[in-house]
């Protein structure tokens, strides 16, 4: 296969970015800081001198904030967030890791259990945590090194004197006017059986009584040396500073919006306003040479609500800094007068390409079955878990995914409950593959959504697709290696499939993993889900469009194989279906939908098409995509846009092709109108535990673009990614892998059991929500004490705690975080050409109101590629069995076009 490695340009060029002259110099050594040249400070050390197995720690010193390895308080970064307002960034003490060790016994130890946990002591000492079956391996507690910050002496103004030799205003040394403080753990350790233990990030921000003049040299002063004193010169131009945010996936050079945002909260001290006169700056990191100047804007105040929600997500004036037409390859900061620069970011050709490579590849980092090889890692090796051959046994269960996941009554422990009082003896040979998802072994239904992701890119972009090369075992074959992955999805439930057709809804363990280990350590009992018809269906649609794939693209003996099996699936389902009169499940309806679209475009088989007619949503020219406890069809419409046949019905496809811009303008609505653009496909979604703003929410914008060719779409299908990638006032990408700064402590099991210094990488977390919504979760109750201000105080773009066991921000899962976040990233890498700009945002803004307005140019779509028409001559395949359903819309449209009625566009059903 023809390669599409990701560029040399990030790596080569970031050694480049970071190596310029430091900007502060410490004057007195730090004490836990192995390196001179990383005073307790702000730094840019150069890379181009260390290994590469240095770089990422060293890196990590002078620009990550949390797990700095200091020891005792200490200043790690300092920044100006205004001309007289300086922050300084204060770590309390480092959490050393435990790790797996081989446990040999001795007389006298003594072996409790006590739920999942099992440990052992030693002359009455606690040695940790024992692993497998056979407790042959023994996890060690982790360990705090270090001690806290005296917050008293801390928070006392006076305790702070900054004094300068080149500016007269400071000759004499002067107190802050006033001090403000946000602190909020960022390390979390097992010391013990029970016993947890936190280091702590705090930052200080010094409202002092006069500027800080660029070029002047100054001295901080500590009262009674408890910190270190150091001294600086400040430089707009390469000082970095926190106030300014980018994303650190960076710009595509065509990409049609390029910006960075401002904006700094100060904890207690609230907001800081900026004069929206100052300039702004790109300086181009290799030369240190500005290369581009603009104005910052005034974007949103504090004060303002965010759509769907009663309050300010920042609690911070916003303002942003365009430079959407420069487009020089290169790597940047953008600096701000009187403040300081961001991070480093790139523009160039493969940015949003070298991103996907990471975030797809996380999926093989998640694959059950499956050994992880030095040769697809760069040198990380794991076992191979859950695999039969190595005496892993998964019994067949009674209880159904579909009963258990779909009934919000449900709780989990009622699921590993159904599962283990519903076991069998029987024992399933062929039960492993499929991809952990969280912090968990289990492998659902619903991660097929990936493998539906990853072919839906394939189909817009089969030429992008066909070489880009992911570095998976898969890889020399003649099959897209997107295709393969989206088939090593498939192919758990494939071998799961039931004689009868029925596809088991996935594979559980009887509780949550036991302390202290490794997937390939698993030691409770392992059940699969009894087939149902939901996932009948969803394995239905997922295999057929696998099929189709196959079919279109020469692998037809493959694809017939997969074929049969989606067919067998879906005949199960509908019998089901027949037999229970329906189901009280939209999402069953929803699933029954998709899948008789899908087969029908694999098989030709029309009876498939009226099964989709009649359970679509989509009977009215307003529809939507999603109507609460009604459907949820954005899949199906876009599939059934996109297509064309004899005996298509125009009315259903022009609903859904207005389905589609009409949810996508109203995400760009929202997007304009919050602080950094962040977005959602449905405005009122709350931002809470699983539905946080580390992922990406733009795929029905990308999909608008892709029918539509409106620049409007693509533009705000990039801005709606920057939260996610850095440009929020965490300065981080919840990605991990892609960007400069990601959490450190993500609930990545294997990670956490082995005590692993970098996390996986290519796992989306689910990032910042509304803590204050948690009320009484037990790890926030347990740190409250530790986070200043309140955290019902905090804005929610700052709600991220970076604790492992902090399951609502730090945990993950195959289909809501990590396959939105790869689609993005694919159609951006992907696309051919930006589009064509019709009317602007005021357009989408006038579609919303109800006026007339073409969001549809009729000259064809954004570089799409039609998908394969099926012939209209049906193949000889099973009619399902007849069930009751809704009256299918009768009469096709003409494909010229439907006029605008009640405020609504025209369509151009004819795309291409």
């Keep these: 296969m023809l390669s599409q490695e990701p560029s040399p340009m990030i790596a080569q060029g970031l050694a480049t970015a970071i190596a310029s002259p430091l900007e502060f110099v410490a004057s007195s050594n730090p004490t836990s800081l192995d390196s001179p040249s990383l005073p307790g400070a702000i730094v840019e050390p150069s890379l181009a001198s260390l290994a590469p197995s240095d770089s990422t720690s060293l890196f990590g010193r002078a620009y990550l904030v949390g797990n700095s390895g200091v020891t005792q308080p200490t200043v790690v970064q300092a920044y100006l967030v205004d001309t007289d307002k300086l922050a300084l960034r204060i770590e309390t003490s ?7 060790v081989p446990y040999s016994p001795q007389p006298g130890d003594e072996v409790f ?3 999942l946990k099992t440990w052992v002591t030693r002359n009455g000492q606690e040695l940790g945590f024992l692993a497998g079956a056979d407790r042959s391996t023994l996890r060690t507690f982790d360990s705090l090194v270090g001690g806290a910050l005296d917050l008293s002496w801390a928070d006392n103004a006076q305790n702070y004197s900054l004094r300068s030799d080149s500016d007269p205003t400071f000759s004499g040394g002067l107190t802050p006017e006033a001090l403000f403080r946000k602190s909020k753990p960022i390390e979390m350790g097992d010391t013990s059986v029970s016993g947890r233990e936190f280091s702590i990030g705090h930052t200080i921000y010094l409202d002092l009584p006069a500027n800080i003049i660029p070029g002047q040299n100054y001295t901080l002063d500590f009262a009674g040396d408890v910190l270190a004193d150091f001294s600086f010169t400040f430089n707009p131009l390469s000082s970095i500073s926190e106030a300014v945010h980018v994303s650190q996936v960076g710009f595509r050079n065509d990409d049609p919006v390029k910006q960075g945002y401002l904006s700094s909260w100060m904890g207690n001290g609230g907001k800081v306003s900026y004069d929206p006169s100052r300039k702004f700056y790109l300086v181009d ?24 929600e009663s309050k300010n997500f920042a609690l911070a004036n916003t303002y942003q800094m365009d430079f959407s037409d420069f487009n020089q390859a290169g790597i940047y900061r953008i600096a701000v007068e009187g403040v300081g620069s961001s991070l480093p970011f790139t523009i160039g050709t493969n940015t949003w390409s070298d991103a996907f490579y990471t975030s797809a590849r996380g999926f093989y980092y998640q694959r059950s079955g499956s050994a992880l090889e030095a040769e697809y890692t760069g040198g990380l090796e794991r076992p191979r878990a859950f695999h039969p051959d190595d005496g892993v046994v998964v019994y067949q269960s009674t209880a159904k995914i579909m009963d258990l996941q779909l009934d919000y009554t449900v709780t989990l422990d009622d699921t590993f409950k159904a599962l283990v009082n519903g076991a069998t003896p029987e024992v399933l040979p062929d039960a492993w593959g499929g991809y952990y998802d969280a912090g968990d072994w289990d492998r659902r239904i619903n991660h097929l959504e990936s493998s539906r992701s990853f072919i839906e890119l394939a189909e817009l972009y089969p030429d992008f697709y066909a070489t880009y090369n992911l570095n998976i075992p898969e890889s020399s074959n003649q099959i897209p290696d997107i295709i393969d992955e989206a088939l090593w999805g498939i192919d758990l439930f494939k071998r799961l499939q039931k004689a009868d057709g029925g596809i088991p809804g996935g594979i559980e363990s009887a509780e949550h993993p036991k302390t202290g280990e490794a997937s390939w350590q698993e030691s409770l009992k392992i059940y699969a889900y009894a087939p149902d018809m939901w996932s009948s269906y969803l394995y239905a649609a997922t295999a057929s469009q696998a099929a189709h794939w196959l079919n279109s693209n020469g692998f037809t003996a493959l694809g017939a194989d997969y074929l049969n099996s989606a067919v067998r699936a879906m005949e199960y389902a509908e019998r089901e279906y027949a037999a229970a009169g329906g189901s009280q499940f939209t999402q069953v309806s929803d699933a029954r939908n998709l899948a008789a679209l899908s ?32 459907h949820d069809q954005d899949e199906a419409a876009f599939l059934y846009s996109r297509i064309d046949f004899s005996g298509q019905n125009q009315q259903v496809k022009a609903n859904s092709i207005n389905a589609i811009v009409s949810q996508a303008s109203e995400s760009v609505s929202f997007a304009e109108t919050n602080s950094f653009n962040w977005t959602r496909e449905n405005a009122f979604t709350a931002i809470t535990w699983g539905e946080g703003l580390g992922s990406t929410n733009v795929q029905n914008i990308l999909r608008a673009h892709w029918l539509t060719g409106n620049a409007v779409f693509l533009e705000y299908g990039i801005l709606g990614t920057q939260v996610a990638f850095g440009a929020n006032p965490e300065n981080t990408s919840y990605t991990t892998g892609i960007g400069l700064r990601n959490p450190e402590n993500p609930l990545i099991l294997n990670d956490l059991v082995l005590g692993a210094t970098e996390p996986t990488p290519g796992i989306t977390l689910f990032g910042p929500n509304n803590l204050a919504d948690l009320g009484d979760y037990w790890l926030l109750r347990e740190t409250q004490s530790l986070i200043f201000p309140a955290i019902q105080d905090w804005p929610t773009l700052e709600s991220m705690l970076d604790l492992a066991l902090f399951v609502p921000t730090s945990e993950y899962t195959i289909h809501q975080t990590m396959t939105p976040t790869s689609y993005a990233l694919g159609y951006l890498a992907a696309r051919k050409d930006v589009g064509k700009d019709v009317g602007g945002v005021e357009a989408v803004r006038a579609f919303l109101r109800g006026e007339d307005v073409d969001l549809n140019p009729s000259d ?19 009619v399902p069995t007849p069930v009751p359903t809704p009256t299918p819309p009768s009469g096709e449209q003409p494909t010229s076009g439907l006029s605008a009625t009640d405020g609504l566009y025209s369509l151009v059903v004819a795309m291409r």
Excluded: C, M
Aim: charged share 20%; aromatic share 10%; glycine share 10%.
């Design 94 to 100: 480092d959490i050393v890791y435990g790790t797996q």
């Design 113 to 115: 259990v006590d739920g």
């Design 599 to 630: 087969l029908f475009r694999a098989t030709d088989n029309y009876a498939w098409h009226d099964v989709f007619l009649a359970t679509t949503g989509l009977v009215s020219s307003d529809a939507k995509l999603f109507e609460f406890q009604e």
């Design 285 to 308: 990191t290799a030369t240190e040479a500005v290369v581009y100047s603009g104005l910052v804007e005034l974007d949103k105040l504090a004060s303002s609500d965010e759509i769907g």
């Design 860 to 878: 064809g779509a954004a570089g799409g590629n039609p998908v394969p028409t099926p012939s209209p001559t049906p193949v000889p395949t099973p």
